[in-house]
């Protein structure tokens, strides 16, 4: 479980608060969706979850332990069970090949090691004809699936996603929803950020909606309607 | 007029190094200036980049004359003087343009790496490693100005011939000479040298 207690996060001294006594708890096997307006503190509340921002004030807890307390080789082991994926997909030099496998380089893993995972993303996001393309060539929503699919080569155990939805097209929503899905069953958690859009919500067990930095828990439904 | 190969192979010579040891210093203060956010610093480098070459030359003939505190390196009127005055001479404009690259790549990819879980040395590498082409074109920019500085060759190469003579000094001392011939192909060889380099610095920087 990752868990964000009464968290304070501002990034300059100078600045206001972006996120104030703000919890926030992601669990095995449970989507949370993140709402609320522009500028509200979603992206950072997703940041702080990854163990990506160290927050002003308050604790950031992977499976009860306190990330922000460990020392950094412990943080990264730590911090490497969730994976965030940002709302502008960003991609290095070389092919949607060299950009799935990036993950696994960096964190020393062979690919075939992660040949399972690879094939199963490529197949369930439809990147299958995709793999050789310059990835710095990709469409809006072809570079958003590939970005996500980076992050599910790396089989995290908690997947932060901020705005996954906005760059697709119906048909990839739709495999992408039910990825999550299938992922969900598997007991991955996943947080989600994004507007009041219709496949969060569909696929979120709780919703946290964020407003001025603060925090606030609601039903699925009550936000629907 | 000395043998045009030799004079251009000199220039080159000089030019290139000057060129690398200012990137060695360079690239790093650049790093440094992108990483910890040290925005003063990057200013006094900006504002260095218009300094005039021919007080860089006269501060290094200061030094480096028999009088000066490193005069007994025997350095004046030597090609290293002028790798020397020339490497200051590029170095502002190595870090004033490679910090905003490296700012750049170190905000995008180095958030990249760090949430596909890379430790702030990888995440530190693959920024560097994407910005490898904009640095690339700052190298080739700082060349293509070393190649036809004269102020800095002229006070503290001495414009020897066969020793520190090179295409910028060949021209002036042609020109004065009235060998207006000579030093117009001496000024085209000069002019492709630095159209090439200013090129190949677009090519890459295109690339980035």
Redesign the interface.
């Known amino acids: 479980m990752i868990e964000a207690r009464k968290v304070w996060l501002r990034y300059t001294p100078s600045q206001e608060w972006v996120l104030r006594d703000a919890s926030l708890t992601l669990a095995p096997g449970r989507i949370v969706a993140l709402m609320g307006p522009n500028g509200s503190g979603k992206t950072s509340m997703l940041k702080v979850l ?1 163990g ?1 921002i160290k927050p002003g004030r308050g604790e950031v807890l992977y499976e009860g332990s306190d990330i922000w307390s460990m020392d ?2 412990r943080r ?1 082991q730590a ?2 069970a969730a ?4 709302e502008k997909p ?1 991609m ?2 070389g092919t949607v090949m060299d950009n799935l496998l ?2 696994l380089r ?2 020393g893993a062979e690919p075939r090691q992660a040949r399972d995972a690879l094939d199963r993303v490529v197949e369930g996001l439809g990147l299958k004809g995709m793999l050789d393309m310059d990835a710095r060539r990709l469409s809006a929503g072809q570079a958003q699936m590939v970005s996500i699919a ?2 599910l080569v ?1 089989k995290p155990r908690y997947l932060l996603l901020d705005e996954p939805f906005s760059h697709l097209d119906r048909a990839r929503r739709r495999l992408l929803a039910e990825l999550l899905e299938e992922l969900r069953g598997e007991g991955v958690g996943i947080a989600i950020a994004g507007h009041e859009e219709l496949y969060t919500l569909e696929l979120a067990d709780s919703v946290a909606w964020i407003e001025s930095g603060r925090v606030a828990m609601q039903e699925p439904g009550s936000v629907l309607i | 007029m000395e043998d045009l190969v030799g004079v251009t192979a000199r220039t080159l010579y000089i030019s290139t190094t000057a060129t690398i040891l200012a990137s060695l210093w360079g690239i790093p203060i650049a790093y440094l200036i992108a990483s910890r956010r040290l925005q003063t610093l990057a200013t006094v480098f900006e504002a260095l980049v218009g300094i005039p070459t021919v007080l860089i030359g006269l501060l290094l003939y200061l030094l480096l004359s028999k009088q000066g505190p490193l005069g007994s390196l025997n350095l004046l009127y030597t090609p290293t003087a002028i790798i020397l005055g020339e490497a200051v001479l590029v170095t502002p404009l190595i870090v004033g343009a490679s910090h905003r690259i490296l700012k750049a790549s170190i905000d ?2 180095g ?10 040395i ?1 995440a530190m590498a ?1 920024a560097l490693a ?1 910005s490898l082409p904009g640095i690339a074109s700052s190298m080739a920019m700082a060349f293509s100005r070393a190649v036809g500085e004269l102020g800095i060759a002229l006070l503290v190469g001495g414009n020897l011939k066969g020793y520190t003579r090179t295409l910028s000094t060949s021209i002036a001392l042609e020109v004065s000479m009235g060998e207006y011939g000579d030093a117009i192909r001496l000024g085209a060889v000069l002019l492709s040298l630095s159209l090439g380099f200013s090129i190949v610095a677009r090519l890459l920087g295109g690339r980035g």
């Open positions: 990854a990506l950094e080789s990264l911090r490497r994976v965030y994926v940002s960003v290095v030099r990036l993950g960096l964190r980076r992050a790396l | 995008t990819y958030e990249l790496a760090a949430s596909l879980g890379a430790s702030r990888q693959l994407e």
